[in-house]
Nanobody, 123 residues
């Protein structure tokens, strides 16, 4: 298994930026494809972005496309989510996740999850 710990969340003003990090341990990091999800109060968990093992392919949800960028550093066993031009509707708990079978948008494709980090965007 792999353990995931998110960090980098916080309170930011609308239009600002945050960089989330997800540190992995327990198994070779580059074995997994990685994803970011978020969950706002009263809402279902939704897909944000994902990246494959080779770092050659990424995809991003339409709602954050052009503002958020996913990347990974296999040497550091870390995946990142750079968030720019933040909006109040981006407020949520952000989770990183790891999967070993397919790269996908569904939470069901991911086997391991972090505890989440809170991102709050004020207007």
């Amino acid at each position: 298994q792999v353990q995931l710990v998110e960090s980098g969340g916080g309170l930011v003003q609308a239009g600002g930026s945050l960089r989330l990090s997800c540190a992995a341990s327990g198994r070779t990091f580059n074995y997994y494809f990685m994803g970011w999800f978020r969950q706002a109060p009263g809402k279902e968990r939704e897909f944000v972005a994902a990246i494959n093992r080779s770092r050659g392919s990424t995809f991003t949800a339409d709602l954050v496309k052009g503002r958020f960028t996913i990347s990974r550093d296999n040497a550091k066993n870390t995946v990142y989510l750079q968030m720019n031009s933040l909006k109040p509707e981006d407020t949520a708990v952000y989770y990183c996740a790891a999967g070993s079978t397919v790269l996908g948008r569904s939470p069901a494709a991911y086997e391991f999850w972090g505890q989440g980090t809170q991102v709050t965007v004020s207007s």
